[in-house]
């Protein structure tokens, strides 16, 4: 079995944040590899400021460099923006491989709003890491009264593959402030710069190997 982190969101851009945390997961945890999704919308965000999908997956790609990580917009594909969907999908279309999902302790703090979150939770072990600020909130969240019965100590986070979900183990990891809602506040079209341009042909999916332009 591929020990595989799946680590999902907007993406919008991705930043040395997102790489951080998946460096150092993919120590903790001991994955052989670490996929981004892209996704193509987040229900619980307004398309407002949305960078095109395209854009956010090349940013990706680029802070993806020279890690364990695949880029990935397979969720375009599902045809689903809901996670729930998503990992349903991934553990049907993979079977030689054993995934747990990753989130932020911010995620966390919303996390009873995602559709579905306690099949999520059943289906894959769930990393939480550190974020700044959100330690209280993430612990006193709501989808927490459930999920609190499941946590593991973190001390045996190597051995997530041989949980039975539900599961989840905080990773106490060197925290970093950077953000995309402040990049985005200080460079609102960020995709247009020179910084993030891109070959459109160059795109495709490190998953499906399909075009994403």
Do not use: C
């Not at 994955?31 to 987040?42: A, F, I, K, T």
């Not at 594909?77 to 999908?89: K, M, N, Q, V």
């Amino acid at each position: 079995m591929i020990r595989t982190g799946l680590l999902g969101g907007s993406f919008n851009p991705a930043h040395r944040g997102h790489r951080a945390i998946s460096a150092r997961a993919i120590e903790a945890l001991g994955l052989d590899e670490m996929w981004w999704l892209v996704s193509p919308g987040n229900p619980l965000k307004p398309d407002e400021g949305m960078a095109p999908l395209a854009a956010r997956f090349a940013s990706a790609r680029r802070a993806a460099r020279g890690l364990r990580i695949r880029v990935s917009a397979i969720e375009r594909e599902l045809g689903s923006p809901y996670t729930a969907d998503t990992i349903a999908a991934l553990v049907r279309r993979f079977p030689n491989r054993r995934f747990v999902w990753i989130m932020g302790e911010d995620n966390l703090a919303q996390f009873h709003r995602w559709r579905h979150w306690r099949r999520i939770a059943a289906t894959v072990p769930i990393a939480v890491v550190t974020r700044p600020g959100y330690d209280g909130t993430a612990r006193a969240a709501r989808a927490m009264g459930w999920l609190r019965r499941f946590v593991r100590p973190a001390a045996g986070a190597m051995d997530w593959d041989d949980w039975r979900p539900p599961a989840l183990v905080f990773l106490r990891l060197p925290p970093d402030p950077t953000s995309a809602t402040g990049l985005r506040a200080a460079l609102p079209r960020w995709h247009e710069t020179p910084h993030y341009s891109f070959n459109p042909k160059a795109l495709r999916d490190g998953v499906t190997r399909r075009p994403i332009g």
